[in-house]
């Protein structure tokens, strides 16, 4: 079922949402002791891109989890039991992802996953984990079949019953940004890029089906090479399409190229994307001329979130030299959600992790509901976000401000 009518948008928010450059140094090494809750030790696994390009948005998913975990133990939240997580680094491969999955199957140890960052790689550690019985709970993943299966937009069939979001999906992103696109931004002709990959692919599908049927013109497509940095030959074809905007479905290494290249040719057309090109890199990348530049992000924006002050200012006080980036609460709350699950599993067993504990941490998430650092955290029937809130995030002075919130309902 497509997301068609949107039925609450907030006012333009407040513009100067805050880039949190955490002062101080942490241990970026794989393990991390989060400090001590009692006699037993639950791991939560972390998978992400750690190294490589995608970098800036994995560490920052990584250091959130592990606040979660020292905010756990210090709570002695979860008496008996001390938290620590383990994280790997998948480099954004699916293939690399894989193995990661089956490294933390075999720690008998870890309880539950945080990650991935990209759908592509999801799908790779999906069945390894579900075959475990092994809980993941991504704080990014946006593909709308790692839940609803491949024929979501037909019949929604959950695969995976150990996999949960806290991420909204691109069923919802795409045609949030067709809308804006549009309607509030007036632009009648696009011209649709994508890298071909999983998650970029699935939303540039999503955002074209759902702007023609607003009444759009797509002037042209493209399919690029997420391995080069040379789109010379696109942004030609970009500037001679007649294009008033470009929307590329794929992430900010190759967005902020593409970017500075199509306005080099002379086309002065702002590039939209989704929250894969939601970071600070895209605008180093894109360049001075990156103004009015759009992306959609998941949620709202963290650091004007009641709910979320108090993670903002832990987040600064535990020294991790970088920034939580776009998923940081995100990541927080996938983590907390693994805490609270493995609190009613031990609760329930009288103080003690069963002997199955897996199987009954993956059974206890799909009735976890608690107040997250992103809102009202809880998940549907297929393990997806039931937080389907979205933002428009513009390049203004050099960084990414707020222009408009909203919810869709399908």
Not at 285 to 314: H, I, R, Y
Request: net charge neutral.
């Amino acid at each position: 079922m497509r997301q068609r009518s949107l039925i609450a948008i907030t006012a333009a928010l407040a513009a100067g949402a805050l880039t949190l450059t955490a002062c101080g140094s942490r241990d970026n090494g794989k393990s991390s002791d989060s400090g001590s809750g009692g006699g037993t030790t639950v791991t939560i696994g972390v998978d992400a891109p750690l190294t490589g390009d995608l970098s800036a948005l994995g560490l920052g998913i990584k250091n959130s989890v592990d606040l979660a975990a020292k905010t756990a133990n210090k709570q002695n939240y979860v008496k008996g039991v001390t938290f620590k997580i383990e994280a790997l680094d998948d480099q954004a491969q699916p293939s690399s992802g894989q193995q990661n999955a089956s490294k933390l199957v075999a720690d008998n140890g870890v309880l539950g996953v945080v990650g991935p960052l990209n759908s592509s790689v999801a799908e790779s550690m999906q069945k390894v984990f579900d075959d475990a019985k092994l809980v993941e709970v991504s704080p990014a993943n946006t593909n709308p079949a790692l839940t609803q299966g491949p024929d979501w937009q037909k019949t929604k069939a959950r695969t995976y019953k150990s996999y949960f979001r806290t991420a909204t999906t691109d069923a919802i992103q795409g045609p949030f940004a067709a809308q804006y696109v549009y309607n509030d931004s007036k632009k009648k002709k696009v011209f649709v890029i994508d890298d071909k990959k999983t998650y970029g692919a699935g939303l540039a599908a999503t955002f074209t089906e759902e702007f023609k049927k607003l009444g759009g013109t797509v002037v042209g497509t493209e399919h690029i090479n997420p391995d080069t940095k040379d789109f010379s030959a696109v942004a030609t074809k970009v500037k001679n399409s007649g294009a008033e905007v470009v929307y590329y479905g794929g992430e900010y290494p190759q967005a902020g190229p593409l970017s500075k290249q199509i306005k080099a040719t002379g086309a002065k057309v702002p590039v939209v994307g989704g929250d894969g090109i939601f970071d600070p890199t895209f605008i180093k990348l894109a360049g001075a001329n990156s103004t009015g530049d759009l992306a959609t992000s998941v949620g709202a924006p963290v650091e004007q979130l009641p709910s979320a002050k108090e993670f903002v200012a832990n987040y600064k006080d535990a020294g991790y030299k970088e920034e939580y980036a776009a998923y940081g609460g995100y990541s927080y709350d996938s983590a907390w959600a693994i805490i609270e699950a493995v609190k009613k599993v031990v609760e329930d067993n009288g103080g003690k992790l069963p002997s199955d504990a897996r199987a009954k941490v993956t059974a206890a998430m799909q009735n976890v509901s608690f107040d997250g650092v992103t809102g009202k955290v809880s998940f549907d029937e297929f393990g997806d976000a039931t937080n389907k809130q979205l933002t428009v995030y513009a390049v203004e002075n050099g960084a990414w401000k707020p222009v408009k919130s909203g919810t869709y309902t399908g």
